[in-house]
């Protein structure tokens, strides 16, 4: 206990008045709070101090590599690609989520796509809510996960699979009220031992430099871009700034549209599961045009996971296959 109360006058000042930890002070740490070892009252208290004070790269390079250590693995045998990697935690709340339709182009474009999330949407419409309405079910063990993703190009994983101890602290939100570090980590969970292209999203500009650093700490390969509604894909209404880590080196891939919206796409009229898996089925017919800035992004992805050997031919196979003409 004393411990925690002397990492809490450190961390606990506010933004102004806080100290962050060191790298291994920050991995035992949350170690300790993945293993459940921190009472609950010191637990709140770490979450809501890191929430006030924000997270340092060390501090955030700490924690990913606790939870690095304890994320249960997946084999994956193709070595010409890798896996692509889509968290999914936040669920659409004002317009459609996309996120489905892009696995689903990915799978289509023959790229593995693992989706890991939560079974329930906080009162918002999860990409399980439209997977399931085109299909794809969660997968029930780490096996079948691996069995899915060889057989059909494409799982769903429930985070408590994954990384059990993750698991439990995201669920504290409920109790909490706020979000805390662990929504941040999750975004970085890489389940294979060959490595994924991890698709990272951030919602909060601020944030974005910290998640550069971390990147390239990190010697990560990832896609990184702005959220939509917290959900990794592309803004189908404004293309956001695209980078691409391999090995840790950034390489900026398209930059964010500015100005005023010159045509807007054609999107669900409802955000709803049903009505959103419908219109997914329909761009997947090439029925109704997929927005240019989720082609963009599949052209981002499908170069970083090793199905193109650069940008400019990785967005040729997509302007082919899905009849989107992409930017420059």
């Not at 070892?37 to 924690?63: C, N, Q, T, W, Y």
């Not at 399980?128 to 799982?155: N, Q």
């Not at 650093?213 to 990832?222: H, K, Q, V």
């Amino acid at each position: 206990m004393e411990a925690y109360s002397h990492l809490l006058k450190e961390i606990g000042r506010g933004s102004q008045g806080s100290t962050s930890l060191s790298f291994s002070e920050a991995e035992t740490l949350f170690g300790a709070m993945l293993d459940g070892g921190v009472p609950d009252l010191e637990l709140g208290a770490i979450l809501m101090a890191f929430r006030f004070k924000g997270e340092s790269v060390d501090e955030m390079a700490g924690f990913l590599s606790a939870l690095s250590s304890r994320v249960n693995q997946l084999k994956w045998e193709n070595s010409e690609v890798r896996p692509v990697i889509l968290p999914s935690y936040n669920g659409a709340r004002r317009q459609a989520n996309l996120l489905p339709l892009l696995a689903m182009w990915l799978r289509n474009l023959g790229i593995p796509v693992l989706i890991h999330g939560t079974l329930g949407g906080n009162g918002r419409i999860a990409s399980i809510y439209i997977l399931r309405e085109l299909g794809i079910m969660p997968c029930a063990s780490l096996h079948e996960t691996e069995t899915r993703l060889a057989r059909d190009g494409i799982a769903f994983a429930p985070i408590s699979l994954l990384a059990p101890g993750l698991a439990n602290l995201l669920m504290l939100r409920q109790r909490l009220g706020v979000r805390s570090s662990a929504h941040s980590l999750v975004k970085l969970v890489d389940p294979f031992a060959c490595g994924g292209l991890r698709v990272v999203s951030v919602s909060h500009p601020a944030y974005l430099a910290t998640m550069q650093d971390l990147l390239g700490i990190m010697g990560a390969s990832a896609l990184l871009l702005r959220a939509t509604e917290g959900e990794p894909f592309a803004n189908p209404k404004r293309r956001p700034a695209m980078t691409l880590f391999q090995n840790g080196v950034s390489q900026l891939m398209f930059e964010a549209e500015t100005g005023a919206i010159r045509e807007l796409p054609n999107l669900p009229q409802s955000i709803d599961a049903a009505t959103t898996a419908e219109w997914t089925r329909k761009v997947l017919a090439h029925e109704v045009a997929l927005p240019a800035p989720l082609a963009n992004q599949l052209a981002c992805c499908l170069y970083g996971a090793g199905g193109a050997v650069d940008l400019a031919q990785a967005k040729a196979i997509v302007a082919v296959e899905t009849g989107t003409l992409l930017a420059a």
